[in-house]
């Protein structure tokens, strides 16, 4: 990795937003075969948020986000330069981002979507710290937000007791290269496993009658669990390691260790690979279960506003999933 930098890349604020409903094990329980138990146990998740109602959708969560993060600091919108939404659930597949651009009134910032599943805010954050880097841009809100319970299978226990719905935002300003706190990031995809975890379009096999062309749909979630668990158990330690190494940092100067909400049982696993004690790991998917994109902002906000993070504290944050893809970013906060 090679970064041409005029200027530091630090995260101002945070804010995060979440329906108002909690789905508990029990609640699913009641429509497919599973029970708490098999769950909390084979994943540590033990209630999520699911959007529900016509009237609410992801750009309201990512609104909301947003704006607590704008508030923290007095951010008048119009100071905004990009807003990138990581998402994998927008509601619009031309893009979301330009919704929540006008909605919180960032007059005068371009706003894209970034795809990459659950690992789309870590993307989405190096993205945005390249832009600052360079001197492009000034101010940056990056969302991660999704909304899978709509692309869930409600039937299908192997994934329907996984997902939850949120959104979180931060939002980054350059600053002087004494005081840069994205520090570095190491990241990966392989196509050749895309199939392990997909939303599929699916082309229906009879054609328009008149132009022989196939039209079709966007299916449900499909996962390989067993596949995504060892997937993420043997990459991302590999990723952190890269990382930490180029920063020539220890694994006992590591403060925090922030993955991607998937799974107690896989952050667990990839906390003991790599030798850090469990008292490092931020973890609050018991509450959300798996909320994609949103998940490591949601905890990130949840600890800060916990106290739990000090400054200079040194975090390091890995996001895993769908493509696949993985990879690290090391934060001095
Ligand atoms: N309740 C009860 N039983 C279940 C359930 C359920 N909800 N789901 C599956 N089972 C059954 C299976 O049918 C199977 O029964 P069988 O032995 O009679 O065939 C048995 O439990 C074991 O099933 P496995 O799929 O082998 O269970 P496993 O221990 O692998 O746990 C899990 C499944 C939790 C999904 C695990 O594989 C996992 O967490 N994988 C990672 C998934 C993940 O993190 N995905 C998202 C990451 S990327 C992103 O976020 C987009």
Redesign the pocket.
Known sequence: MKSFMIQGAKILATGSAIPSSSTTNHD??TI????DE??FT??GIKERRLLKGVDQSIIDLAVSASKKALDKIAMHPSQLDLVILAT?SPDDLFGSASKIQSKIGASNAVAFDLTA??SGFVLSLVTASQFLYTGAYRNILVVGADT?SKWIDWSD???????GDAAAAVILQSCSIVDNSVLTFQLNSDGNYANH?SIAYETDIIPHPKLNLHQGYFKY?S???????KF?VFQVPLSILKCLNSLNMSIEEVDWLLL?Q??E??LNAIAEKLSISSKKIISNLCKYG?T?AA?IPLALDEAIKQNKILSNDIIVIAG???GLTWGTVVLRW
């Open positions: 699913i329980s497919v075969q599973t029970s098999w769950i084979r994943t994998s599943a659950c899978l226990r192997s994934t329907c007791i996984l997902f975890l979630i996962m390989n669990g067993k596949e995504v668990y993420a991607h998937a799974n049982r896989i798996n994609s998940s895993f999933g769908a």
